[in-house]
């Protein structure tokens, strides 16, 4: 970041130099004296504002007094007015935001130790991402938010920064699915927060008198524990693996607890394996460091990633039920001896000392072990299942023994996804096609933690014809499949991988990603996400449902309008069927493409929809200002709006007030559209009449979906500017 400083006595102006192409590498002091202008001077040279720069460093610098060279030190003057006008322009928090996110560590530094867990003797601090999130942390509950999402690669330190956040708090409650997850916990607690009662509500321990609670969500989520605390015991919740939350278990949760503040933690932001968790958080992204960004800072250490084909195994022959393949089938085809071999032979050729390979079932974990085991290289199966395979072990054995070198490979079965770190893990082995995205970083994630000697992680991925194989290198690049628009014009072969990351494919692999995608087009994915989305909620989905549940851009489904892609999914009912063409469609198109600088406009057309659910073909300004009043007064993130200079005294308003507000700008504007009037002597806010046929509970259904879903997006806090709204 390049900058340019103005100082005035204790007010320092700093602006960014603008050039991205324009090397600026200017280092000079300017001194200007307001009551001696003769006295002025300019310092140029090597040295940077620190202590060992002016005071015991060896630098060299020249020192110009316009006393004796004004026209030297003019000149230095009129150069900088130049750049501070012209070639500069304020920092703004988007732009620190922007830049926090884009800054990777020089590829010549050299990589730092791995950081360690302080010891209780040792005071803990906030540092790099955590830094970060914690300020937006802050800002967001100032902004009236209770609840959010921080999005964090594995080794980020998620649970310290929780601990961190919740030093203001005085009751807490830490959820996790597994009871290893709580002990890395209260190590992280017991650091940040030595003088805090720490406690566990699992395993057997109901601890209720404690300043911070570890609770797995197994035992928690049943009534009978539920029961014992009163909605408001927790001032801040924190739920870890937060993709987990739209479980039953999680929502009993949620459901009952009302934190002053809920905290989702998670290192997967894809809505296509995390249906719901979005909506949980009231679509709340508050912070957001993906892999990509993680690697770049040094914080993990950078993947060489090869792409293997593999042709010995056919999924075609594989059985799909309910979206997903049958484990039996899988695991007969992945157990073929052709196959086996191909993994043993790139294993020998390319792998480093702890290796760990990802299975699709019990079977093919202990086969691979077996076979493993049996020419020459020691390994063991980990799974939850309890066996008599003598290559069968429990996960802590698995753990310590591959940390002290005893065996070389564990093939497991989903139970490393998640909550085991083995920092000293230098291979990762995709055995069995990762259909989903979340999984897929999970394992990716398990090896890129910093540690002594390791330099990089091995990811050996055995790549078929199945589903979705195609989006791996979208997956690796840190971008979002489903986002991706024009698959032509971004493809494998042109993707930006993380820093320092080595990406290899087989020839044959980016040949079958290229057929696969064919067959993949935005059109076909957009039906099946419908389609799933359909039969998970029982009923047809509203463009809100879409907005949650779908990673796929939202203007995509709105481009030709709802009613449309309804059509082209048929899936309208009669009834909508005869809106198409007429000006039902073109109103409600015009609700989902109106702008929104501000919020003003959901009050004001809510309006005329009745407490009764009937739609109004037209109601008093009156009525326009209570329900403006309302709905910024009863709600602190609603008065985000409400923060001009002209609505500062907004508090103190009466209705009236609110009603002038309403009048010369929402209603304002609404009434210069085709749809809605204001009639100025009566002081009648209405619909245009070519709308009273179609006034009727369906249309009102759609008013409200459309309202819901502008307002859920407008007030929704994104870390990331450029998808503030997800790209709609």
């Given at each position: 970041m390049l900058y340019l400083v103005s100082i005035t006595l204790i007010f320092a102006d700093i602006r960014?130099?603008?050039?991205?192409?324009?090397?600026?590498?200017?280092?000079?002091?300017?001194?200007?004296?307001?009551?001696?202008?003769?006295?002025?001077?300019?310092?140029?040279?090597?040295?940077?504002?620190?202590?060992?720069?002016?005071?015991?460093?060896?630098?060299?610098?020249?020192?110009?007094k316009r006393q004796t060279a004004p026209a030297d030190c003019e000149r230095f003057s009129e150069e900088f007015e130049r750049l501070w006008k012209s070639e500069a322009e304020n920092i703004q928090e988007k732009t620190l935001r922007a830049y926090a996110i884009t800054w990777r560590q020089n590829a010549l530094t050299k990589r730092e130790s791995p950081p360690h867990s302080p010891t209780p003797e040792e005071k803990p601090e906030p540092r790099g991402a955590q830094i970060e999130a914690l300020y937006y942390l802050r800002q967001a509950r100032e902004e009236g938010i209770n609840k959010g999402l921080v999005i964090a690669a594995t080794g980020v330190g998620k649970t310290y920064l929780a601990a961190f956040d919740s030093k203001a708090f005085k009751r807490v409650l830490f959820v996790a699915h597994r009871e290893e997850?709580?002990?890395?916990?209260?190590?992280?607690?017991?650091?940040?927060?030595?003088?805090?009662?720490?406690?566990?509500?699992?395993?057997?321990?109901?601890?209720?008198?404690?300043?911070?609670?570890?609770?797995?969500?197994?035992?928690?989520?049943?009534?009978?524990?539920?029961?014992?605390?009163?909605?408001?015991?927790?001032?801040?919740?924190?739920?870890?693996?937060?993709?987990?939350?739209?479980?039953?278990?999680?929502?009993?949760?949620?459901?009952?607890?009302?934190?002053?503040?809920?905290?989702?933690?998670?290192?997967?932001?894809f809505r296509t394996d995390n249906r719901d968790i979005y909506e949980l958080c009231d679509d709340n992204v508050i912070y957001e460091i993906r892999l990509k960004e993680a690697i770049g800072r040094g914080l993990l250490v950078p993947f060489h990633y090869y792409g293997v084909y593999d042709e010995k195994v056919d999924y075609s022959r594989v059985r799909i039920s309910r979206g997903v393949y049958v484990t039996e089938d899988l695991e007969r085809e992945l157990s073929r001896i052709e196959r086996v071999d191909l993994v043993l032979e790139k294993y020998k050729q390319m792998a480093g000392r702890r290796t760990l390979g990802f299975c699709a079932g019990i079977k093919h974990a202990e086969y691979m072990a077996k076979y493993f085991s049996e020419r020459g290289v020691p390994s063991?199966?980990?799974?939850?299942?309890?066996?008599?395979?003598?290559?069968?072990?429990?996960?802590?054995?698995?753990?310590?023994?591959l940390s002290q070198g005893k065996i070389s490979v564990v093939f497991a079965v989903d139970i490393f996804n998640e909550g085991v770190d083995i920092p000293s893990l230098d291979t990762v082995m995709f055995l069995r096609p990762t259909e989903s995205y979340t999984v897929f970083l999970q394992q990716l994630g398990r090896g890129l933690r910093l540690h002594e000697g390791k330099s990089h992680l091995t990811v050996l991925d055995f790549i078929g014809n199945y589903k979705r194989a195609h989006y791996i290198p979208y997956l690796l690049s840190g971008k979002n499949p489903d986002a991706v628009e024009d698959w032509k014009s971004i493809t494998a072969r042109s993707i930006e991988y993380p820093p320092g990351c080595l990406v290899q494919f087989d020839?044959?692999?980016?040949?079958?990603?290229?057929?696969?995608?064919?067959?993949?087009?935005?059109?076909?994915?957009?039906?099946?996400?419908?389609?799933?989305?359909?039969?998970?909620?029982?009923?047809?989905?509203?463009?809100?449902?879409?907005?949650?549940?779908?990673?796929?851009?939202?203007?995509?489904?709105?481009?030709?309008?709802?009613?449309?892609?309804?059509?082209?999914?048929?899936?309208?009912?009669d009834e909508e069927k005869?809106?198409?063409?007429?000006?039902?469609?073109?109103?409600?198109?015009?609700?989902?493409?109106?702008?929104?600088?501000?919020?003003?406009?959901?009050?004001?057309?809510?309006?005329?929809?009745?407490?009764?659910?009937?739609?109004?073909?037209?109601?008093?300004?009156?009525?326009?200002?209570?329900?403006?009043?309302?709905?910024?007064?009863?709600?602190?993130?609603?008065q985000q709006d409400l923060q001009d200079k002209s609505n500062r005294d907004w508090a103190t308003w009466t209705t009236e007030q609110f009603t002038r507000l309403a009048r010369r700008n929402p209603v304002h504007f609404l009434s210069h559209s085709r749809f809605f009037h204001y009639?100025?002597?009566?002081?009648?806010?209405?619909?245009?009449?070519?709308?009273?046929?179609?006034?009727?509970?369906?249309?009102?259904?759609?008013?409200?979906?459309?309202?819901?879903?502008?307002?859920?997006?407008?007030?929704?806090?994104?870390?990331?500017?450029?998808?503030?709204?997800?790209?709609?």
């Amino acid at each position: 970041m390049l900058y340019l400083v103005s100082i005035t006595l204790i007010f320092a102006d700093i602006r960014l130099f603008k050039s991205r192409n324009l090397s600026f590498h200017p280092k000079a002091y300017i001194f200007d004296y307001d009551n001696e202008q003769d006295a002025s001077e300019v310092y140029v040279g090597s040295s940077n504002l620190s202590s060992s720069a002016l005071v015991t460093g060896v630098e060299w610098n020249y020192r110009l007094k316009r006393q004796t060279a004004p026209a030297d030190c003019e000149r230095f003057s009129e150069e900088f007015e130049r750049l501070w006008k012209s070639e500069a322009e304020n920092i703004q928090e988007k732009t620190l935001r922007a830049y926090a996110i884009t800054w990777r560590q020089n590829a010549l530094t050299k990589r730092e130790s791995p950081p360690h867990s302080p010891t209780p003797e040792e005071k803990p601090e906030p540092r790099g991402a955590q830094i970060e999130a914690l300020y937006y942390l802050r800002q967001a509950r100032e902004e009236g938010i209770n609840k959010g999402l921080v999005i964090a690669a594995t080794g980020v330190g998620k649970t310290y920064l929780a601990a961190f956040d919740s030093k203001a708090f005085k009751r807490v409650l830490f959820v996790a699915h597994r009871e290893e997850i709580l002990r890395q916990a209260e190590k992280s607690f017991r650091n940040v927060r030595p003088d805090a009662a720490i406690g566990y509500y699992s395993g057997g321990k109901y601890d209720t008198d404690c300043d911070i609670c570890l609770a797995t969500v197994q035992t928690l989520s049943r009534q009978e524990h539920l029961s014992k605390f009163a909605k408001d015991h927790f001032q801040y919740m924190i739920i870890d693996e937060f993709h987990h939350a739209a479980a039953d278990s999680y929502r009993s949760l949620l459901q009952h607890f009302q934190p002053g503040f809920l905290l989702g933690l998670t290192a997967t932001p894809f809505r296509t394996d995390n249906r719901d968790i979005y909506e949980l958080c009231d679509d709340n992204v508050i912070y957001e460091i993906r892999l990509k960004e993680a690697i770049g800072r040094g914080l993990l250490v950078p993947f060489h990633y090869y792409g293997v084909y593999d042709e010995k195994v056919d999924y075609s022959r594989v059985r799909i039920s309910r979206g997903v393949y049958v484990t039996e089938d899988l695991e007969r085809e992945l157990s073929r001896i052709e196959r086996v071999d191909l993994v043993l032979e790139k294993y020998k050729q390319m792998a480093g000392r702890r290796t760990l390979g990802f299975c699709a079932g019990i079977k093919h974990a202990e086969y691979m072990a077996k076979y493993f085991s049996e020419r020459g290289v020691p390994s063991v199966a980990v799974h939850s299942q309890s066996s008599s395979s003598r290559y069968t072990v429990d996960r802590k054995t698995a753990v310590r023994q591959l940390s002290q070198g005893k065996i070389s490979v564990v093939f497991a079965v989903d139970i490393f996804n998640e909550g085991v770190d083995i920092p000293s893990l230098d291979t990762v082995m995709f055995l069995r096609p990762t259909e989903s995205y979340t999984v897929f970083l999970q394992q990716l994630g398990r090896g890129l933690r910093l540690h002594e000697g390791k330099s990089h992680l091995t990811v050996l991925d055995f790549i078929g014809n199945y589903k979705r194989a195609h989006y791996i290198p979208y997956l690796l690049s840190g971008k979002n499949p489903d986002a991706v628009e024009d698959w032509k014009s971004i493809t494998a072969r042109s993707i930006e991988y993380p820093p320092g990351c080595l990406v290899q494919f087989d020839f044959r692999v980016l040949d079958l990603f290229d057929e696969l995608a064919k067959r993949d087009p935005l059109q076909k994915r957009m039906r099946d996400e419908f389609v799933v989305l359909q039969e998970r909620l029982g009923r047809r989905p509203w463009r809100y449902d879409m907005y949650q549940g779908s990673d796929i851009l939202m203007r995509h489904y709105l481009q030709d309008g709802w009613l449309r892609f309804l059509g082209s999914v048929d899936a309208l009912n009669d009834e909508e069927k005869t809106w198409l063409g007429t000006p039902a469609e073109e109103f409600l198109r015009d609700l989902e493409r109106t702008g929104m600088s501000k919020s003003y406009k959901i009050p004001t057309i809510s309006s005329l929809i009745t407490s009764d659910g009937e739609l109004s073909m037209s109601v008093p300004l009156d009525r326009v200002g209570e329900t403006f009043q309302e709905y910024y007064v009863t709600s602190k993130l609603h008065q985000q709006d409400l923060q001009d200079k002209s609505n500062r005294d907004w508090a103190t308003w009466t209705t009236e007030q609110f009603t002038r507000l309403a009048r010369r700008n929402p209603v304002h504007f609404l009434s210069h559209s085709r749809f809605f009037h204001y009639d100025e002597i009566n002081r009648v806010f209405s619909l245009d009449e070519s709308l009273r046929p179609y006034a009727g509970p369906r249309l009102v259904l759609h008013i409200k979906d459309i309202l819901k879903y502008r307002e859920t997006r407008y007030f929704a806090k994104r870390y990331r500017v450029q998808d503030n709204d997800r790209g709609d």
